[in-house]
């Protein structure tokens, strides 16, 4: 796969956007995104719900296609990779937690965590995931399964499975929102941690201000469109 190229911007967004069809017409999600994110850099994104966040994080991971535009991650345009280029795209670059966590049903949270670290050949994975499901509070819940455990609990299991691999660039859709106090300022602290140590690249999408704040840019999402300003 493609190299990484660090003069290159870790994302760009051209003129992105995105319709679907529904049974009351074509409904416009993204209006015509710009967006370049440097390699390292932390951005948070607001807005409204039903603005157009968690879609245009699923576009930027390569997770689904735009009807127009172009996203470049490292340099590299995903309009012209197939599907299984950019399956193995994301594997080499990028984490996503989803703001519905997405965890694997039928595997514990130890499992869901080492899943991707042993899909990746990472050593020692089960080692690391012991160590990272620690960290965010969980070595009493290891062979729980998802519906076992509540919310929260499933948020942070989500974010474990998410830095286990190091990702370039991690993609955070409400990474606090299930989650109290304690553990979201936890969980906060992980993200800059892994911005900070790893130079990953952070895209989150928060209602969460305190944390949009320590964010290096803040973007909101309007109906479609997204302003670069500086939150309150
Ligand atoms: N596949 C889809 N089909 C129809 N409408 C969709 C689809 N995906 C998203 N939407 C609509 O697009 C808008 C933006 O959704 P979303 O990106 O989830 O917003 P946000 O994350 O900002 O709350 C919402 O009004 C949502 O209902
Ligand atoms: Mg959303």
């Known amino acids: 796969m493609s190299e990484s190229v660090e003069n290159k ?14 049974q009351e017409g074509l409904l416009t999600i993204l209006k015509g995104i710009d967006l370049e994110v440097k390699h390292g850099e932390s951005i948070a994104i607001v807005g409204p719900s039903g603005a157009g966040k968690s879609s245009l994080l699923g576009l ?22 197939d599907e299984e280029q950019k399956a193995a795209l994301r594997k080499e670059k990028v984490s996503f937690i989803f703001q519905s966590f997405m965890l694997v049903d039928t595997l514990t949270a130890l499992e869901n965590v ?18 990272m499901l620690e960290k965010v509070g969980l070595s009493h819940r290891l062979n729980h399964l998802p519906k076992q455990l509540s919310g929260g609990e499933q948020q942070r299991v989500a974010i474990a499975r998410a830095f286990i691999c190091e990702p ?18 936890k969980v906060e602290q992980m993200l800059f941690e892994l911005n900070q140590e790893s130079d990953t690249t952070l895209v989150i999408v928060t209602h969460d201000m305190d944390l949009a704040r320590k964010c290096q840019r803040q973007l909101t999402m309007y109906d479609g469109s997204l302003v670069e300003e500086k939150v309150a």
Do not use: R
């Open 168 to 185: 370039k660039v991690l993609f955070a859709d409400e990474p606090t929102g299930n989650l109290d106090e304690a553990n979201g300022s």
């Open 60 to 81: 930027l991971a390569a997770l689904d296609n735009p009807t127009s535009g172009e996203v470049f991650l490292d340099g590299v345009g995903l309009s012209k990779l």
């Open 9 to 22: 911007p870790a994302i760009k967004v051209v003129n992105l956007e995105k319709s679907v069809k529904t």
């Open 114 to 131: 080492m899943l991707p670290a042993e899909l990746a050949g990472v050593a020692n994975a089960k080692e690391k995931s012991l160590a």
